[in-house]
């Protein structure tokens, strides 16, 4: 099979030694992160403090840009934060919860760091409305629908869910929202660099996402999307010297807001992260993630067919177009056979209530792919994994 996208391979030193399946969790490291965080030592060896002046400074916006270019945000409505807990609460702190619309609606499915913090507003007076999935796989995009009423303010969602890689419409979703006044926060963290995004066509309110995983960017920098009608309206009570219009004035007492997405900053930002995330970011706008989708599809439907020759059973979504690159497999003592898979530097994840969870990414070859699945089938068939049995599930 002719893949052009495997010249990419020799950018990612991890790929000359492991077979790398777990771009949902870590992707790989882009070789040019040694070059950029030399950059930042230089940077800082060599400029000090003129640093801040020179670039520093202004980088959560800048990357933010950089960022937005990825999910179709306009110039301006991005900035860089630790990772989506912090944006959640962020987002969260610009809300009160006392008046009528005091609904918050989200799915069964969402990351778990992300209900806790929204589980949390109930004792700020919050109601909050979970919307139950079926088969553990798949949000009922009705049930959403109807869950979202008048007295919605907040639905937070995942547009790929981490335990499936089901994709939801969150169109659909944001439409409804958006008829009874209610606001959407969408998590794009398990989309962004491998399912198109869209954040403006869309017309969400709130995105945010990490790029540790399908972006390459390694952890320290997360994402928040504002759409802009909203900037001059929001004020988030969880905020620092960066939101403030005039940081330098130093002034005392409240904080004067910034006019513009600067208001969503909090205090000074994590640069070493934010450097090596820059690696990363410039191979998937290169590449274009319509080119990864299409390599996806075609390997997701090759994962399909020869997990189901080999006896091997998907718990993803059998509908192509409904999954993301991940793919899960549900098999006996599956976070063992996973470890076992580890030791033999095959690199996948377990989650409990899932499955081995596995992803090609653009520099994936088929012939990993089938080396994969047939080591699985061996190791069942061996027993090579009880040696793990005792050691529970599988933490990264
Ligand atoms: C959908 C989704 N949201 C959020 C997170 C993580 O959030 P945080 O950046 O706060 O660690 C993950 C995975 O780690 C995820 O898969």
């Given at each position: 099979?002719?893949?052009?996208?495997?010249?990419?391979?020799?950018?990612?030193?991890?790929?000359?030694?492991?077979?790398?399946?777990?771009?949902?969790?870590?992707?790989?490291?882009?070789?040019?992160?040694?070059?950029?965080?030399?950059?930042?030592?230089?940077?800082?060896?060599?400029?000090?403090?003129?640093?801040?002046?020179?670039?520093?400074?202004?980088?959560?916006?800048?990357?933010?840009?950089?960022?937005?270019?990825?999910?179709?945000?306009?110039?301006?409505?991005?900035?860089?934060?630790?990772?989506?807990?912090?944006?959640?609460?962020?987002?969260?702190?610009?809300?009160?919860?006392?008046?009528?619309?005091?609904?918050?609606?989200?799915?069964?499915?969402?990351?778990?760091?992300?209900?806790?913090?929204?589980?949390?507003?109930?004792?700020?007076?919050?109601?909050?409305?979970?919307?139950?999935?079926?088969?553990?796989?798949?949000?009922?995009?009705?049930?959403?629908?109807?869950?979202?009423?008048?007295?919605?303010?907040?639905?937070?969602?995942?547009?790929?869910?981490?335990?499936?890689?089901?994709?939801?419409?969150?169109?659909?979703?944001?439409?409804?929202?958006?008829?009874?006044?209610?606001?959407?926060?969408?998590?794009?963290?398990?989309?962004?660099?491998?399912?198109?995004?869209?954040?403006?066509?869309?017309?969400?309110?709130?995105?945010?996402?990490?790029?540790?995983?399908?972006?390459?960017?390694?952890?320290?920098?997360?994402?928040?999307?504002?759409?802009?009608?909203?900037?001059?309206?929001?004020?988030?009570?969880?905020?620092?010297?960066?939101?403030?219009?005039?940081?330098?004035?130093?002034?005392?007492?409240?904080?004067?807001?910034?006019?513009?997405?600067?208001?969503?900053?909090?205090?000074?930002?994590?640069?070493?992260?934010?450097?090596?995330?820059?690696?990363?970011?410039?191979?998937?706008?290169?590449?274009?993630?319509?080119?990864?989708?299409?390599?996806?599809?075609?390997?997701?439907?090759?994962?399909?067919?020869?997990?189901?020759?080999?006896?091997?059973?998907?718990?993803?979504?059998?509908?192509?177009?409904?999954?993301?690159?991940?793919?899960?497999?549900?098999?006996?003592?599956?976070?063992?056979?996973?470890?076992?898979?580890?030791?033999?530097?095959?690199?996948?994840?377990?989650?409990?209530?899932?499955?081995?969870?596995?992803?090609?990414h653009f520099y994936t070859s088929d012939e990993e792919l089938l080396h994969c699945l047939d080591s699985?089938?061996?190791?069942?068939?061996?027993?090579?994994?009880?040696?793990?049995?005792?050691?529970?599930?599988?933490?990264?």
């Amino acid at each position: 099979m002719d893949d052009d996208l495997l010249a990419w391979r020799r950018e990612f030193p991890i790929l000359e030694r492991s077979t790398y399946l777990v771009s949902h969790s870590l992707g790989a490291m882009p070789r040019a992160v040694w070059s950029e965080l030399q950059a930042y030592a230089d940077t800082w060896a060599t400029r000090g403090v003129r640093a801040w002046a020179e670039g520093w400074w202004q980088m959560p916006v800048t990357l933010g840009n950089r960022l937005g270019s990825i999910i179709g945000a306009a110039p301006g409505s991005v900035v860089m934060h630790q990772n989506v807990s912090v944006c959640q609460s962020l987002v969260l702190s610009c809300f009160d919860f006392d008046g009528p619309r005091n609904k918050i609606v989200y799915e069964d499915l969402n990351f778990p760091s992300v209900m806790y913090i929204y589980e949390a507003q109930r004792a700020r007076g919050a109601r909050v409305h979970m919307v139950p999935s079926e088969d553990g796989m798949r949000v009922p995009l009705e049930r959403m629908l109807e869950a979202i009423d008048e007295r919605t303010l907040l639905v937070p969602l995942s547009h790929v869910i981490f335990k499936s890689g089901y994709i939801q419409d969150v169109q659909a979703i944001t439409r409804r929202a958006h008829q009874v006044g209610a606001l959407v926060v969408a998590d794009l963290y398990q989309s962004t660099g491998n399912v198109p995004v869209d954040v403006s066509a869309w017309d969400v309110d709130f995105a945010t996402g990490g790029s540790v995983k399908w972006l390459c960017g390694g952890p320290g920098a997360g994402y928040l999307y504002v759409a802009p009608r909203l900037h001059a309206k929001l004020e988030p009570r969880m905020t620092g010297w960066m939101a403030h219009a005039h940081p330098f004035a130093f002034e005392t007492g409240p904080i004067e807001y910034a006019p513009d997405v600067t208001r969503f900053l909090h205090g000074s930002p994590a640069i070493p992260a934010l450097y090596a995330a820059r690696a990363g970011y410039e191979i998937i706008s290169k590449l274009g993630v319509p080119r990864i989708r299409e390599k996806a599809l075609r390997q997701g439907r090759l994962v399909w067919q020869a997990a189901e020759e080999r006896g091997l059973e998907p718990r993803s979504p059998s509908n192509p177009a409904e999954r993301s690159s991940m793919m899960i497999l549900d098999v006996p003592d599956g976070a063992a056979v996973a470890r076992e898979l580890i030791r033999r530097e095959i690199l996948v994840d377990h989650r409990p209530g899932a499955g081995i969870r596995l992803s090609p990414h653009f520099y994936t070859s088929d012939e990993e792919l089938l080396h994969c699945l047939d080591s699985i089938r061996e190791i069942l068939d061996a027993g090579a994994h009880r040696a793990h049995m005792k050691a529970g599930g599988v933490g990264f």
